[in-house]
């Protein structure tokens, strides 16, 4: 069992943002990803693509505990929002 | 490695579970309650007793008419009508109407008006009921497990959406941590302690889990366009409008002409339903009754879909025509209903809609079992500090208080409120906030008292006046109402949902009555070994 | 209908006991400690278990269709399990002549929705 130092105190902080926080950041760009990408009506794409969030989010904050480290975590919430994110906004912009 | 995302899921699913554990608790609590809401208000309305007791032999054609009849009288200009149709779970006539608000109407003053803007008909008299008393019925029970109260709604729908996802992210991680989930899939060991409560989280928690997956996931879904905008924002930019527009294409609207066309006679359009679907139609609404772009929807009775969108025919109202049947919708938006729809359950006949109300019970019991196990589990780690006269820590403390005021505090504010719904004046002003005000009030002062006093003995207390409080409603009722008990077994079936309310209340108040005995019995057992059983810190829930 | 509905739910509490006997717990639970069931025993019972199961499934979708059938379902199958546990808890030997409730509603159950 760990104790209950500071550093295992800030691991937990940092895992708990990069979970609530970073995971909302990362499924809001999964998510919109998920709706332009799906080759379906509007209401369609956006109906299921806001279903699919909410698992999404869940298997994102399940996995920033479950992986090894926070760091690891905080590494892969960041690096898949970045990636995530410059392929939505590449998609926005085209035609 | 598997043996650190045991540990780590663990870890998740205490930490998940228990910081919004109290607040699921009202949630599972009004929810479940809400399975009855119509029942519920119908109990809190006993004016509406007599007229119901009367078994009904109108067709619907006839009790559509006798409403429309009243509110061309009382509302002929109203923007929209409603009728409630007599059926099993409600055997009057119900309507209720809207008008265009009012230049510099606040939401306040329309809600307020909205609420006079109905009455209820005798289907065999044609004529209206008593007034019943203002309540707002099941329906608070039903808003207070989403909009919460005393804050705006969607302040209310932020937090429980945010306790939901808690809970969505506890019972999966529950699920990944549970290591000998087959295994222990019938096990129930009472009288073992620590080994009880856990035996006793998992039996409510496995042996209903695709209830609560289901109810959990689909009640984050009635709001996911709120909680999670990224789509829609993606696809339409900010024509939030057109989404709604499009993902529920059957919720428009047509604008009124302003120009005056008598309504056509609706019973020969609920004839022809009633023979389309093989069913009355149980709902009917008018849409701009008295104008020339008059509607008249006929809704046909839930029970054939899981989607809560319920199929409609509708009429033109001025000629009476039939209008080309609503959208069809893609399996896409079918789906998105029907998730929706397995939430509010509108589909479940009696035998259904138990099996729902159970396992909302059993949700309760898996919330409260898991804050109960965490404190004996915790508890038991001060186990030398109290042997020696000390005291638990604060944790303990404060989890110890607040299980109380939450698993025992929160049946008495129900019942306190069904007892205010009987015993305030029926004239009082303000009625239906002072029957909500008496519930937070009863649940304010049973958690004040816990947090004073986390002891057995406070336990004892909270869960004996739950018990007298609840089962003392049939008697409040035979004493302040004429339906008491006795009535439904020999009047009509009209008052059943009257008897059924009595004998559930009558039930959990036995229920809580029984966990009194049982707790006050180890505590005579602790006495008769010798351990200390009623000091300030005692171990409320440890086995004998 | 319901009795359709009371025959799933014999077929799912008998579907639970027959497989709840297979486990080394109960089996001892209801046989004295330290029994074990022997293979057959056991193969023999899980598979009557699991098709008093799948014949509760169908009882369900006859009474109420495909779309609400699963649902009813599930609530019957958490009926039967809570059933099962606590017998298993407090009248174990009742557990094993309950199974046989299996037999009489899998016959009604066939004959209603072959109808």
């Known amino acids: 069992m760990t104790s209950i130092t500071w550093r295992y105190r800030g691991g937990v902080a940092a895992r708990t943002v990069a979970a609530i926080a970073g995971g909302y950041v990362l499924t809001s760009i999964a998510s919109a990803l998920v709706a332009i990408a799906l080759p379906l009506p509007r209401a369609d794409a956006v109906s299921i693509a806001t279903l699919l969030s909410i698992v999404i989010y869940t298997c994102i904050i399940l996995w920033v505990f479950a992986t090894a480290s926070a760091l690891r975590a905080w590494i892969g919430v960041a690096a898949s929002s970045a990636v995530l994110g410059a392929v939505l906004w590449l998609a926005g912009r085209m035609p | 490695m598997k043996e650190g995302l045991r540990q780590s899921m663990a870890w998740v699913h205490t930490w998940s579970g228990l910081l919004v554990c109290w607040l699921l608790l009202l949630v599972f609590m009004g929810g479940t309650a809400a399975y009855y809401k119509h029942e519920i208000t119908f109990w809190m309305k006993p004016e509406l007793h007599q007229a119901a007791d009367a078994p009904s032999r109108v067709t619907p054609a006839e009790s559509a008419t006798l409403a429309v009849r009243e509110l061309q009288q009382r509302a002929p200009n109203a923007n929209a009508w409603y009728l409630d149709l007599p059926h099993e779970r409600n055997p009057l006539i119900y309507a209720s109407w809207t008008n265009p608000p009012r230049k510099g109407m606040t939401r306040e003053e329309r ?135 499009e993902v529920f294409p059957n919720a428009e609207r047509v604008k009124p002409a302003k120009e005056f066309a008598p309504l056509a006679d609706v019973a020969p359009m609920l004839v022809q339903a009633e023979r389309a679907w093989g069913a009355a139609p149980s709902r009917v609404v008018v849409i701009n009754p008295n104008d020339a772009h008059a509607r008249i929807e006929l809704h046909r009775p839930a029970g054939q879909q899981l989607s809560n969108i319920e199929p409609t025919m509708t009429f033109d109202g001025a000629s009476g025509a039939l209008l080309s049947g609503p959208k069809a919708m893609s399996a896409s938006l079918d789906a998105r209903a029907a998730i929706y729809g397995l939430h509010v359950a509108h589909f479940a006949d009696p035998l259904l809609r138990a099996l729902f109300f159970m396992c909302g019970l059993a949700g309760t019991a898996m919330v409260a079992t898991g804050a109960l196990l965490w404190g004996v589990k915790e508890r038991q780690k001060y186990a030398k500090v109290l042997a020696k006269g000390g005291k638990v820590g604060f944790g303990v403390r404060l989890v110890d208080a607040l299980n109380i005021g939450a698993i025992a505090g929160l049946p008495i504010a129900f019942a306190a409120y069904f007892w205010a719904n009987r015993l305030l004046p029926v004239e009082m002003a303000a009625r239906t906030n002072a029957e909500a005000n008496v519930f937070f009030i009863a649940w304010g002062l049973a958690a004040l008292l816990a947090q004073i006093r986390p002891t057995r003995a406070m336990w004892r207390v909270q869960l004996m006046l739950g018990a007298v409080l609840m089962a003392g409603i049939p008697v409040l009722n035979a004493i302040t109402t004429d339906t008491h008990l006795g009535v439904p077994l020999f009047g009509g079936p009209g008052l059943r949902p009257v008897a059924a309310f009595d004998l559930v209340v009558l039930a959990l108040g036995l229920l809580l009555g029984w966990a009194a005995w049982w707790l006050g019995r180890k505590a005579n057992k602790q006495a008769a070994a010798g351990q200390p059983a009623n000091r300030a810190q005692s171990a409320p829930l440890e086995a004998a | 209908m319901s009795i359709l509905i009371l025959g799933g739910l014999a077929l799912a509490f008998s579907g639970f006991a027959a497989t709840s006997i297979t486990m080394d717990r109960h089996y001892a639970d209801i046989h004295g400690r330290g029994k074990e069931a022997s293979r057959a025993t056991r193969l023999r019972l899980r598979t009557l278990g699991w098709t008093g199961l799948a014949l509760s499934f169908m009882a369900c979708i006859g009474a109420s269709g495909w779309h609400i059938g699963p649902v009813l379902w599930c609530g019957i199958l958490s009926l039967a399990a809570w059933s099962v546990t606590l017998l298993l808890r407090y009248h174990p030997r009742k557990v094993m002549q309950g199974a046989w409730i299996g037999l009489p509603a899998a016959l009604l159950t066939a004959a209603l929705l072959l109808r």
């Open chain 2, 111 to 245: 809600r307020a008006a909205f609420r006079t803007q109905n009455f209820t008909l005798d289907p065999m008299t044609g004529e209206k009921t008593a007034a019943p008393r203002d309540t707002r019925g099941g329906e608070f029970l039903y808003r207070l497990h989403f909009d919460l109260y005393y804050m705006s709604a969607i302040w209310g729908r932020w937090i429980v959406g945010v306790a939901s996802m808690c809970m969505l992210v506890a019972i999966v991680s529950g699920v990944i941590t549970h290591k000998r989930i087959f295994k222990d899939f019938f096990t129930f060991r009472p009288k073992k302690g620590q080994r009880s409560w856990l035996d006793a989280h998992n039996a409510s928690a496995v042996l209903a889990l695709p209830f609560h997956l289901m109810i959990t996931y689909t009640g984050i879904v009635t709001l996911m366009f709120m909680y999670m905008p990224a789509p829609t924002k993606a696809l339409y930019g900010a024509e939030q409008n057109t989404m709604f527009s």
